[in-house]
């Protein structure tokens, strides 16, 4: 009996004691809703180990592996996953996390999903002149501005029926010399009870005044019942009778028909449609030598004939010391230094039109075209570039040499015969020391003050590491742009960024995989790259290849400088390049900045080229250069879905073909707003570009 009553009280214990917890074998998943928060801190009880193997780009985690509990900080990106069109008002994804249960065995993987709600922009896009039904929103009028609503205007014109009472009331002395009861006097009181002062009145005909007061219904009547005022009529408001641009016709843009001319997208993103029909008017005729300091050119290439100077007059071989600057790649090479040269140059010079040379069978009997097209810009010829690179004391003797400085060559003075106005400069390094990169730095600076401009590639690492010489200070360094399928073009991925960087030029995206152009070739979608003059080292003979780099954006701004100089819209360098500065296209934060410069050149505005078309619309981009292209509904309305930032909005008009709204020359409104938590959504009403 004992024995039994014992056990009955150990079954009691057993069942009134808390029983311990199974550990957790499975890490679940797991739903994070950042909302409109930057960040969030996220807690999952867990007794095994964890290791985060999978997180967005426009998300980061404070911490990827550990023991125990996974708490982890989720912080959010949301520009780096906004689309193009900023039509998301939520962002989903997923972040992975593999995970080994405590007994060392069991392994699984959790999905975490993240969600984050955008902030909102709102607005519309109006043309000035435009008007709908739908502008007008109903709201209680008074009866006096029902009765006051009349056309536009700028005041009321009185004319009184002779020119002493008009000289009169214009002198406000009816009522002081003359008294209440003359003509004068009447009147002057009825302007006074008008509340039109002195100023208010301005002289128009012998009998008539303008006054700077609203043509409101009450004042007319008030006027036109003084038997001393012949009549009062509204001070109207006319306007131009053609499109809200200048009054003038459009100018047709000037298409090239070269074979491969619909593929070089820079030159229409550059506005050259509209420049290459005012070449057309002939104002191009200084002529303007251009060096290419490089790998050299092929001098043979059917697409450059009649703009190069040849070894006869002044072209030069830095590398084999001699007077043939071909461009020598070989059948086994075809890394980025074959037809380097040859590709720059084309970008500047190529020829228009059916190649009046031979062309080998199968090649491209037009090929592409260069910026330059009919003005009398020729290419200087200058080998500096092997497969080894070129050396500061090299590269410091050629530009002594292409400025038509004497230098030593071979043991013997040389003078080049055609000193160049403008130098390319699609080469570089990063990792000079200043005192090492100082003998080309200095002679970059005489040459400045010379009175010649050196374009320089900014670098393709993708970083802020100063490329030399674009580093020099007399150096123009140039960045890398590309499409971004809106209406502003991006910092290209590999362009450097640094505080010397002065300008940028598209140089292409150099990825397959970024198809916004709109080319095709050979029936597949043309990448995002620059093409320009080749040649087949295995075949020997002429042919056309794509590049991107910031080798490729330099002379673009080369061939913008020559054109500057042979138009006569500037004559030295430092006016050259300011004219660039103040008419390229501001990109990313307002003003200047390490990305962009001061700007993408902008070659319609900087040679006051003609207007070839007038649209309206809206560009949008944040401070890092991203940019986004809310749609616009038939009103002109943008609902755009973004992260937090400061954004740039310019709705503006494209003058220049080049689906750019709002640049130097063009009519514009611009609004500056941030959005964030503590701003979560923004109307700014109606953009009117002026």
């Known amino acids: 009996m004992k024995r039994a009553l014992a056990f009955s009280g150990l079954m009691a214990l057993l069942v009134s004691c808390p029983q311990p917890q199974p550990l957790a074998v499975d890490l679940p998943d797991v739903t994070v809703d950042l909302g409109q928060q930057t960040s969030t801190q996220v807690t999952e009880p867990y007794a095994g180990t964890w290791r985060v193997t999978s997180v967005p780009l426009w998300l980061s985690v404070s911490s990827y592996l ?35 249960a405590p007994d060392g065995q069991t392994k699984g993987t959790a999905i975490w999903t993240v969600k984050a709600q955008q902030y909102e922009l709102t607005g519309r896009v109006q043309d000035q002149a435009a008007v709908t039904a739908q502008d007008i929103q109903p709201q209680a009028l008074s009866s006096v501005q029902t009765r ?21 009331v214009l002198k406000d002395t009816g009522l002081q010399a003359q008294g ?21 009145r301005r002289a128009l005909t012998r009998q008539s005044l303008v006054l700077g007061v609203p043509a409101s219904s009450a004042a007319l009547n008030t006027l036109r019942a003084d038997p001393n005022v012949e009549s009062a009529v509204p001070n109207r408001v006319l306007h131009a009778l053609s499109t809200p641009m200048t009054g003038q016709a459009l100018a047709a843009p000037l298409v090239p028909t070269d074979q491969y001319a619909p593929l070089q997208w820079a030159f229409q993103l550059l506005g050259y449609q509209a420049v290459w029909r005012d070449m057309e008017g002939g104002p191009y005729r200084k002529p303007v030598t251009v060096a290419v300091l490089d790998s050299g050119v092929r001098l043979d290439h059917p697409d450059l004939a009649g703009k190069l100077f040849g070894p006869s007059e002044g072209a030069l071989d830095f590398v084999d010391n001699d007077t043939d600057p071909t461009d020598p790649g070989t059948a086994d090479y075809t890394g980025n230094l074959a037809s380097h040269g040859t590709h720059v140059t084309g970008i500047i010079a190529a020829n228009w039109g059916q190649n009046t040379t031979a062309t080998c069978a199968g090649c491209s009997p037009t090929g592409v075209v260069g910026a330059t ?16 690179g070129v050396d500061v004391a090299t590269l410091t003797t050629a530009l002594e040499y292409a400025a038509g400085n004497p230098v030593s060559f071979n043991d013997a003075a040389l003078t080049n015969p055609h000193p160049a106005q403008v130098i390319n400069l699609s080469l570089g390094g990063p990792g000079l020391t200043v005192a090492e990169a ?14 010649i401009l050196s374009f320089a590639a900014a670098g393709n690492d993708g970083t802020t590491a100063p490329y030399y010489p674009a580093a020099c200070p007399a ?9 971004s399928g809106g209406s502003a073009p991006v910092k290209a991925w590999y362009s450097n960024a640094y505080p010397k960087v002065e300008l940028s030029a598209p140089g292409g995206a150099y990825n397959p995989a970024h198809l916004f152009n709109g080319g095709t070739l050979n029936g597949q979608p043309f990448p995002d790259d620059i093409i320009s ?20 954006a330099t002379p673009q701004a080369t061939a913008l400088a020559a054109l500057l100089l042979s138009k006569g819209v500037t004559s030295t360098a430092e006016d050259t390049l300011q004219r660039m500065k103040d008419t390229a296209t501001d990109l990313g934060a307002a003003g200047a900045d390490e990305r962009f410069g001061g700007g993408m050149i902008n070659p319609a505005a900087a040679l006051n080229a003609p207007d070839i078309t007038d649209t309206l619309g809206l560009r949008l981009q944040d401070e890092q250069g991203r940019t986004f292209q809310p749609a616009l509904n038939a009103l002109g309305q943008f609902d755009a879905y973004l992260g937090s930032g400061t954004y740039r909005v310019v709705a503006g008009r494209d003058r220049n073909g080049n689906g750019i709204y709002g640049e130097v020359q063009e009519p514009r409104a611009e609004r500056s707003v941030t959005l964030g938590a503590g701003q979560p959504s923004v109307n700014l009403g109606v953009l009117i570009p002026r």
Not at 78 to 95: H, K, V, Y
């Open 66 to 100: 550990g023991s125990g509990d996974v708490a982890l900080t989720i912080t959010a990106d949301r520009n780096g996953r906004t689309p193009l069109t900023a039509d998301q008002s939520e962002l989903t994804d997923q972040i992975k996390v593999e995970w080994t």
């Open 180 to 200: 209440l009861n003359t003509p004068a006097g009447q009147s002057a009181a009825k302007l006074q009870a008008l509340g039109v002062g002195r100023q208010d």
């Open 438 to 451: 100082a003998p080309m730095c200095d002679a970059l600076e005489r040459l400045r003050r010379q009175g």
């Open 475 to 483: 150096a123009v360094a140039v960045a890398s742009v590309t499409l």
């Open 533 to 552: 003059t080749g040649w087949d080292y295995r075949k020997n003979e002429p042919n056309y290849t794509t590049m991107a780099g910031t080798s490729q």
């Open 148 to 168: 006051d609503a009349l056309p536009e205007s700028r005041g009321i014109i009185v004319t009184y029926r002779s020119p002493a009472i008009r000289d009169a």
């Open 373 to 388: 097209y009919l003005a009398p810009v020729n290419i200087l010829p200058v080998r500096v570039l092997s497969r080894d």
